[in-house]
T-cell receptor, first 113, second 111 residues
Framework: DVKVTQSSRYLVKRTGEKVFLECVQD?????MFWYRQDPGLGLRLIYF???????EKGDIPEGYSVSREKKERFSLILESASTNQTSMYLC????????????FGPGTRLTVL | DAKTTQPPSMDCAEGRAANLPCNHS???????VYWYRQIHSQGPQYIIH???NNETNEMASLIITEDRKSSTLILPHATLRDTAVYYC????????????FGTGTRLQVFP
């Protein structure tokens, strides 16, 4: 079975802390995505990466950065966490070719106090 | 913006078929219909996709109308574990294409 894992299911941080969210996929996929999901706003794309060390901004990149040092790992970084970054964070990956669906991780529910 | 319209909620008795409709009247010729579902507090899960022919897999069946302006996801024998929000998405299956989820249909399966 394909698998996307995220480092934490639940996380509580304080305002101003630096936060790392890790995502690992075991499918040798080239493309990986970070979304956040908020009630009434649906899924919003933060960043995506189509190759190692490559990254592209999504719709809401402000306050976030990413790192893709290895193909299987895509990290989301909150440089200085704020309360409006309290959300569910979802990582997804997709391979090249065909009509592949995106595979999602279980999500990390982040609370910033 | 989402290109699909779904009813906000539906109920289904356990063991019965759940038929979830989706309207996508502005679908383009190269766009596919994808269905995902999201069980509470989990990540979305891919279910099925199709272009114009009906499709079936181990999870569900997808019926697409001949004019492709609407489709129906069928869970043939719903179980309590099928309780989730179901999302219908139309997209060109490019690898870098972000997914745009609408509000989906909240399916409640009851005993």
């Amino acid at each position: 079975d394909v698998k996307v894992t995220q480092s934490s299911r639940y996380l509580v941080k304080r305002t101003g802390e630096k936060v790392f969210l890790e995502c690992v996929q075991d499918m040798d996929h080239e493309n990986m995505f970070w979304y956040r999901q908020d009630p009434g706003l649906g899924l919003r794309l933060i960043y995506f990466s189509y190759d190692v060390k490559m990254k592209e901004k999504g719709d809401i990149p402000e306050g976030y950065s990413v790192s893709r040092e290895k193909k299987e790992r895509f990290s989301l970084i909150l440089e200085s966490a704020s309360t409006n970054q309290t959300s569910m964070y979802l990582c997804a990956s997709i391979g090249t070719g065909g009509y592949n669906e995106q595979f999602f991780g279980p999500g990390t529910r982040l609370t910033v106090l | 913006d989402a290109k699909t319209t779904q009813p906000p909620s539906m109920d289904c008795a356990e063991g019965r078929a759940a038929n979830l409709p989706c309207n996508h009247s502005t679908i383009s010729g190269n766009e596919y219909v994808y269905w995902y579902r999201q069980i509470h507090s989990q990540g979305p899960q891919y279910i099925i996709h199709g272009l114009k022919n009906n499709e079936t897999n181990e999870m569900a069946s997808l019926i697409i109308t001949e004019d492709r302006k609407s489709s129906t996801l069928i869970l043939p024998h719903a179980t309590l574990r099928d309780t989730a929000v179901y999302y219908c998405i139309v997209r060109v299956p490019l690898n870098t294409d972000k997914l745009i989820f609408g509000t989906g249909t909240r399916l409640q399966v009851f005993p």
